[in-house]
Structure formats: structure tokens, C-alpha cells
């Protein structure tokens, strides 16, 4: 049996459950895109027919785009059971190739008529209404980290996202984190953080395959990517963070850790450990260094620092 849509253990990693980025607000060229988006339809029967609807209403190559990833992440739900819904048998390479082909189609067509998608329908039907509206465009597959537990274990190629070439820029895209977030139920919640992330924050918890995909001028193996914290703070980057890396150790935990973020401002400073009730600690803020001490014996396996009670950045606790 063979499905595009690989189901595994990793299944929910593909929306980035509990922990979600959001925009503040929706930059001001893209106001009259997104709201002309809003009043499309809510499904389509075909990719060509989105396309030429945005092809009428927009000139410019980025705004097709945007007018695209807006439909997607304001009228398709992460649906898990996706997986399941396309497998097939085959002898030969031929004919499995072709069956990949009716495959792809019938996961973008149920896209845009059910409203229902995986990662992979949710990428693929992107990349088809740019391939429409003769944009550049490719899907990219890899890693991605959403929870401390990810922090460490092996690189899986667990999701899918698009990278989309304007002129000389590389766009970076997921449509799929940016539909909302996975928590047992979808969780709708419209986020335009991820079209168009600048390639550093976009590689804290995307990692590419291949790594020219990620589209930065530095280098970053699979190894330390894993090994790195959950970076959760949409701003903030594995620079403005100390501890760097990722497990700290119970022993240590229990004598007490300084942790410390840069360019942040806060009012309270807290801490759970595997999601348990928040517990405040002391802070002080010196040369736009956020700094606390956090000293507590635990069994727990994780440990995210909120500030303002908002999630910032998780580590995994090694006994």
C-alpha cells in the first residue's frame, strides 16, 4: 500500500499543536487583498477555477499569492483522518507514478471542495495555483519542532510547506501552520505570520530536507537544529536565548539554571513543567537582557518559560 500522505507516529506534528504563532496585525499592502479574499466563495470545485478568480481580481504576482494563502488558511481545516483517505497498490514504477499523479489531484481538488486538508493538501494546492498563475513555486518537505519532546530526537521529515520565487526573492510559506492549530479538535485561528517569514525565524522550527531550501546565508546541521530549544517567541531567535542548548539536565535543574532572553520586556516571568500549573519566579532586566533563576527538583520531561504569561521558549529535561 503506498499513500502520499505517509501516515505515522509523528501524524499531528504536520500543525503545530498548543503552541501557535500569531501576527499582531496584518500588514497594511495586504489589507485589501484579504479582504477581497474573504468574500470568495467558500470551496471550489477546481484549483483552475481559485485561479482565475484571483487572476481577475489581482495583477501583481505577491498579491496572487497572498490572495491564495489567504483562501487556504481562512477556509480549510486540519483534518487528521486525511491520512487515511488515499492509498494505493502497484506493480510497477509506471503505474505508480500515475497513481501518485491521480493522487495528488484528487487530495487538491478535496482541498478546495471539502474545505479539509492534511500538510500535504494544504501545500500542494498552493503550489498548484501558483504553477496556474505562472508563479514559481515548489513544495518543500522536512522537519518540523512544535514541543519540547522533539528536542533531540531524530530528523523525520514529518511536514510539508512551500517556497515560492518572486523576482529574485524566495518566499517562504506554510498555509498549514498558518490555518490554526491541532489540540484533539481544529482550533481555527488565521495567521499571516507564516507567509512570507524571514528565513532565520522560519528555520527555528522548519528544517528543510534539503537545506538550500531554507534559503539563509549561514549553515545549521539536521543535528544541531534538533538540539537546539523550542524557539516560541515569533521574534525571537536561538542568539537572544542562553541555555543554547536544548536538554538541560534534572540534576542541574535542581541546583538552579540561569536562563536569559534578550530584547524582551515583561511584567511576570513563570515556568511549568509538562504543562502543569504556571509557577512565578524573579527577574531582572539589565542591558535588554531578561534574566531569571529557576531551581526546582521535577520528574517532568519538559519545561516551557512564559513571560507575560505567554509562551516564549521550551527545553527537555534529561534525568
Not at 117 to 135: K, N, S
Not at 173 to 196: E, M, N, V
Not at 263 to 283: N, R
Amino acid at each position: 500500500m503506498h499513500s502520499l500522505l505517509q501516515p505515522n507516529r509523528h501524524v499531528f506534528t504536520c500543525l503545530f499543536i498548543g503552541l501557535c504563532f500569531s501576527m499582531s496585525a496584518i500588514p497594511q499592502d495586504y489589507e485589501k487583498v484579504d479582504a477581497t479574499v474573504s468574500f470568495y466563495p467558500k470551496s471550489f470545485e477546481t484549483p483552475q477555477a481559485l485561479a482565475k478568480k484571483i487572476k481577475k481580481d489581482f495583477t501583481n504576482p505577491k498579491e496572487q499569492l497572498r490572495a491564495g494563502y489567504s483562501w487556504l488558511i481562512n477556509n480549510v481545516a486540519y483534518d487528521p483522518e486525511e491520512y487515511y483517505t488515499y492509498q494505493f497498490q502497484y506493480r510497477v514504477l509506471d503505474e505508480r507514478n500515475e497513481k501518485m499523479a491521480e493522487t495528488r489531484e484528487a487530495i487538491i481538488n478535496r482541498t478546495l471542495q471539502l474545505g479539509i486538508a492534511v500538510c500535504e493538501g494544504y501545500a500542494l494546492t498552493l503550489e498548484r495555483l501558483c504553477e496556474l498563475l505562472d508563479i514559481q513555486a515548489y513544495v518543500v518537505r522536512g522537519d518540523t519542532k512544535t514541543k519540547p519532546s522533539d528536542i533531540g530526537r531524530y530528523f523525520v521529515k514529518n511536514h510539508m510547506w512551500m517556497v515560492a520565487i518572486i523576482g529574485d526573492n524566495a518566499l517562504l510559506l506554510d498555509p498549514t501552520w498558518g490555518a490554526g492549530r491541532y489540540q484533539d479538535t481544529f482550533i481555527k485561528s488565521p495567521s499571516y505570520y507564516y507567509f512570507d517569514t524571514p528565513a532565520p525565524l522560519f528555520l527555528k522550527n522548519h528544517y528543510p530536507e534539503v537545506f538550500e531550501d531554507a534559503y539563509v546565508n549561514f549553515t545549521l546541521s539536521k543535528e544541531d537544529f534538533i538540539q537546539q530549544p523550542l524557539v516560541i517567541r515569533k521574534r525571537l531567535t536561538v542568539a537572544d536565548i542562553s541555555p543554547k542548548e536544548g536538554i538541560i539536565k534534572a540534576k542541574e535543574l535542581s541546583k538552579g539554571i540561569v536562563f536569559s532572553l534578550r530584547g524582551i520586556k515583561a511584567e511576570s516571568v513563570s515556568y511549568t513543567l509538562d504543562d502543569a500549573q504556571k509557577t512565578k519566579v524573579d527577574f531582572t532586566i539589565e542591558n535588554d537582557v531578561l534574566a531569571c533563576m529557576i531551581a526546582t527538583k521535577t520528574k517532568g520531561e519538559s519545561l516551557i518559560i512564559y513571560v507575560d504569561d505567554k509562551p516564549v521558549v521550551g527545553y527537555r529535561i534529561k534525568k
